[in-house]
């Protein structure tokens, strides 16, 4: 497959990408003691792109031999030359880059293949009936376990020729407690890039198991929050949401370009000068992340970039087009979910470099306030940095001390205002590395964390 | 491909069988797509896609497995390993096909015209759309917009002699329109429409909708003090704040997992009297509407909600046998996935108040235009972010407000809705009208 990519690529009148994809997916979900679903997914196909006249088209196909393969190559052309009359702002650079060549192995000793589907089913279904006889209160109960196995061959006719492999399992614990007609949900996840033992060794599933249920249970009679603006400790989960959601995607070069809140603010001050913020496609401090990948799917080989420095916004995300656009070097982040995806923008792993300060210490100099412990479920920002998350825990702090768990806690706010607001940074680090998948039209697998950070903003509550 | 969907799906079945399963289903589906985007008012780019794929439910008693391919030359190992996959799993009763029936066709699903919409009137309708919102108003930005045309075919077959197959065409579009006034920057605002028919293709009403709501969101500024009390939806807020948790209590799945608060409420009182909700995956030129649903059992029209009384949950084949239920047609999903449970055309029923008479009544309140937050399917508690909302005060709308948090719990608010407007609005598949509810949490960012 490699060799006729590559010799189609090579053949191609206009610059062109061949994106080879075979993906395996497997999902054992046990639900309540029962089998909810046993699936295994299998698809591949190639995404052809083509830059002609200034546009790209972009065509898929699952026919894979010679004849099917042209016939794509030739309808992204079509497709690009057709839309050349009405594109106002034409791509007439594309950034040169260090393109991978070779083969890209899964970083595991542990490959999931290695463990059979008894072996995986087994787990499930021991973990879910630890969730039921966890607690009288449970009345609902379920384990998921998810892999996504890729195989990838990427050939533009610029140069890459890259052979690429990636694992991400993850594992998921749901818990539903009632009590006198009052329901609470709670639930854990964890997911990595890597093989089984690695998703174990990030979370056991007692530890997924405890949390859920605890989650589940002690909601039942905690009060809501009273709304306002406070100072609060985020936990290194919310850091990192804050990270991607509403920092994050403010600096995608795309979405810049659209008219982000961060257009012409290279070089200047954003955030607390206790705040450096780089995204990565590799996995620093702590192996395994979830958005651990060695190529993107432009061929660019990745690294680290650093978008913000010690409060001053450093860089943009890029792809090869807005590399060339800023006069700057991509920075790897160019992905496609599925081979039927194009590739746009997006981040990897997104955090928060580690401060100074023991975690203990950052409760210490609140008077009233809420410690904020992981997402709940959803949240949006907008590309002027405004953004609205639930909380999944949230407890009060009285005089420096952690005490009552409320429940329905939203945060809302302006993100740059809330990193300008951070006053302490902690000086551990931890990877969310959840089960979740961050959504831009497309799926794509991240990660994002840090460490606890102290700062204000406003939680949403009940009014009397 | 040389056979029909429908042959190949049949074929499965026969290899299933081959395999050891007890029972089978294949279901499989087709479609030629053809998109144009805009982004950052310019288009970004045009796509054509073609693909097919297979998913496989295998029997073996009351075991189940589920396996999915997107290659024709691989259907035959995927149902082979449905059936590995079964044998490896225990029993649940519930893992059942379902009864066949006869299949009446719903008229008006395929238009032969869409076989004409080729790459350049797809780019030409893209084009449009951004001629349109500079129309309005040149301080308008389409931030995002898309058109896409698609051609379908599905087609399932089983064990107990189910063979049909069905051809849609479908246009979507939409648009995300942003307003910006030297530094001011009005919230975004996103409309959505679809049509079947060549004919019914009319950008113009969402791209004006997105492009005027993003207009008089400019200049918002804060709502000034915190109060508790009540709110007007519009149609997209009913939709999240609302119709999510009303379609988490009545998808029957969930009555099964023993997470629905209403699984065990049928023919009693769970809102307000003027709340009726129907579904009718058949109802005439309703973007939702088809013959039959994931697991081939026909379309009919079901009241769900009325007056207030749960009257109906919605099912497929499994939660119809768990429960011992009436099976509602309501199996959804695509061939990569087992058939989950959801709605086809949905509607609230209009209320006797007009839209303004609702805002009349209101001495301090909030009309929300779209929600932006979290709410909790089990507990019910809601928070989260106003958007494009509007302070009401002494009865009329008097400015638009940013930055403004709600908060409260749905059942409670589903229980003390206190009005309904005789205005609805189509967005896809739902129908929609302005609801008012009291005694919410409105905080002042």
Redesign the interface.
Request: no cysteine; proline share 2%; charged share 20%.
């Given at each position: 497959m490699q060799q006729l990519l590559e010799r189609i690529a090579a053949e191609a009148e206009d610059w062109t990408e061949l994106r080879f994809q075979a993906r395996q997916t497997r999902t054992l979900t046990i639900?309540?003691g029962?089998?909810e679903?046993?699936?295994?997914?299998?698809?591949?196909?190639v995404g052809a792109r083509v830059l002609a006249l200034g546009?790209?088209?972009?065509?898929?196909?699952?026919?894979l031999t010679e004849r099917g393969l042209r016939a794509a190559v030739a309808?992204?052309r079509?497709?690009?030359r057709?839309?050349a009359a009405?594109?106002?702002?034409r791509v007439d650079r594309f950034a040169s880059a260090s393109l991978a060549r070779g083969v890209f192995p899964v970083d595991t000793r542990d490959p999931l293949d290695a463990h059979s589907?008894?072996e995986k089913?087994a787990l499930a279904?021991e973990t879910e009936a630890q969730v039921r006889a966890a607690s009288a209160k449970i009345?609902?109960a379920?384990a998921t376990y998810d892999e996504i196995q890729d195989e990838k061959i990427l050939v533009t006719s610029d140069g890459a020729s890259a052979h690429i492999f990636d694992s991400k399992p993850s594992f998921r614990v749901l818990a539903?407690a009632r009590e006198s007609g009052?329901?609470?949900?709670g639930y854990d996840t964890v997911g990595v890039t890597g093989g089984w033992s690695d998703l174990f060794a990030a979370r056991t599933t007692d530890e997924l198991v405890d949390h859920a249920v605890r989650l589940a249970v002690d909601?039942l009679s905690a009060p809501?929050p009273e709304?306002?603006?406070v100072p609060v400790v985020l936990d290194p989960e919310l850091v990192g949401l804050l990270c991607h959601e509403a920092i994050g995607h403010t600096v995608e070069a795309?979405i810049v370009?659209?008219?982000a809140v961060t257009a012409d603010k290279i070089g200047q001050r954003v955030a607390s000068e206790l705040v450096t913020m780089c995204d990565s496609g590799l996995s620093p401090y702590d192996p395994h992340a979830v958005g651990t990948l060695p190529v993107d799917d432009e061929g660019v080989v990745t690294g680290r970039t650093v978008l913000i420095e010690r409060g001053v916004l450093r860089s943009y995300l890029h792809n090869r087009e807005t590399a060339a656009h800023y006069g700057v070097a991509p920075t790897g982040n160019a992905r496609a979910f599925v081979y039927?995806d194009?590739p746009i923008i997006r981040m990897r792993n997104t955090y928060i470099e580690p401060g100074e300060h023991e975690v203990g210490a950052l409760f210490a100099g609140i008077r009233r306030g809420y410690y904020l412990r992981g997402f709940?479920?959803?949240?949006?920002a907008?590309?002027?940095a405004?953004f609205?998350?639930?909380v999944r825990e949230a407890r009060r702090i009285v005089d420096g001390h952690v005490g009552q768990l409320v429940?329905?806690?939203?945060i809302?706010?302006n993100a740059f205002r809330v990193l300008e607001s951070v006053d302490a940074v902690g000086n551990d680090f931890a990877w969310e590395k959840g089960a979740g998948a961050c959504g831009k039209g497309q799926a794509a697998k991240v990660d994002a964390g840090g460490p606890h950070i102290r700062c204000t903003l406003?939680i949403?509550?009940?009014?009397? | 491909m040389s056979q029909s969907i429908l042959d190949l799906c049949q074929s499965g079945v026969r290899a299933a069988l081959r395999f050891g399963a007890t029972d089978a289903e294949v279901y499989g589906q087709s479609a030629e797509t053809t998109s144009?985007t805009i982004?950052?008012h310019?288009?970004?780019?045009?796509?054509?896609?073609?693909?097919?794929?297979f998913g496989i439910r295998a029997f073996v008693g009351g075991?189940?497995?589920?396996?999915?391919?997107?290659?024709v030359a691989?259907l035959e190992r995927?149902c082979r390993?449905?059936v590995?996959?079964?044998q490896?799993?225990?029993a649940?009763p519930?893992n059942v096909l379902p009864e066949t029936q006869t299949i009446a066709p719903v008229a008006g699903l395929y238009d032969p015209a869409a076989e004409q919409y080729t790459?350049?009137r797809v780019?030409e309708q893209?084009?449009e759309m951004l001629r349109i919102a500079e129309s309005v108003d040149r301080r308008v930005?389409l931030?995002d917009a898309e058109f896409v045309s698609k051609r379908s075919e599905r087609a399932v077959a089983n064990t107990r002699g189910l063979g049909a197959s069905e051809r849609t065409s479908l246009f979507l579009y939409s648009a995300l329109a942003?307003a910006?006034d030297g530094d001011r920057?009005s919230?975004?605002d996103y409309q959505f429409g679809a049509t079947r028919s060549v004919g019914e293709i009319d950008v113009e009403p969402i791209v004006r909708r997105a492009s005027r709501n993003a207009l008089d969101s400019l200049g918002a500024e804060p709502c000034g003090a915190?109060?508790?009390g009540p709110i007007v939806l519009s149609p997209q807020a009913v939709e999240a704040l609302l119709v999510g948790l009303i379609l988490y209590q009545v998808n029957a799945r969930n009555a099964v997992?023993?997470?629905s608060?209403w699984g065990d409420c049928l023919g009693r009182k769970v809102a307000a009297p003027s709340l009726t909700l129907v579904d009718d995956g058949r109802r005439a030129g309703a973007v939702a509407a088809s013959s039959f649903d994931r697991e081939g059992t026909p379309h009919a029209p079901v009241t769900i909600l009325e007056g207030g009384v749960l009257a109906s949950l919605l099912h497929n084949a499994y939660s119809a046998a768990a429960l011992s239920q009436h099976n509602t047609a309501h199996a959804i999903g695509s061939a990569?996935?087992?058939p989950a449970i959801g709605p086809t055309n949905l509607a609230i029923l209009p209320g006797a108040t007009s839209r303004d008479d609702l805002i009349a009544e209101i001495r301090q309140g909030l009309l929300v235009t779209r929600f932006?937050?979290?709410?909790?399917?089990?507990?019910g508690?809601?928070?989260?972010?106003a958007k494009g909302a509007q302070l009401i005060a002494d009865g009329r709308v008097a400015r638009p407000v940013s930055?403004t948090?709600?908060?409260?719990n749905v059942f409670e608010c589903l229980e003390t809705l206190s009005g309904i407007s005789q205005e609805v609005e189509t967005i896809a598949s739902l129908t929609l009208p302005y609801v008012r509810v009291e005694g919410v949490?409105?905080?002042a960012?």
């Open positions: 639900r309540n029962l089998v679903s046993s699936t295994s997914v299998r698809l591949q196909g546009v790209f088209g972009f065509a898929s196909t699952t026919d309808a992204a079509s497709a690009a057709t839309s009405a594109k106002r702002d589907l008894e089913l279904l009345v609902s379920a539903i009052d329901q609470s949900l909601p809501q709304g306002g603006t795309d370009l659209g008219g039927s194009n709940a479920m959803s949240g949006q907008d590309s002027n405004e609205m998350f639930g429940r329905g806690a939203t809302s706010g406003t949403g509550g009940r009014q009397e | 144009a982004e950052k310019d288009l970004l780019m045009a796509k054509a896609q073609r693909e097919t794929a075991r189940l497995g589920f396996t999915s391919t997107n290659d691989d995927a390993e449905a590995v996959l079964a490896a799993s225990p649940d519930g790459t350049d780019v893209a084009i930005v931030g942003t910006k920057v919230n975004m915190s109060f508790r997992r023993r997470q608060r990569q996935t087992i932006s937050g979290n709410v909790d399917p089990v507990s508690d809601f928070s989260g972010v930055g948090l709600i908060a409260g949490s409105v905080t960012a």
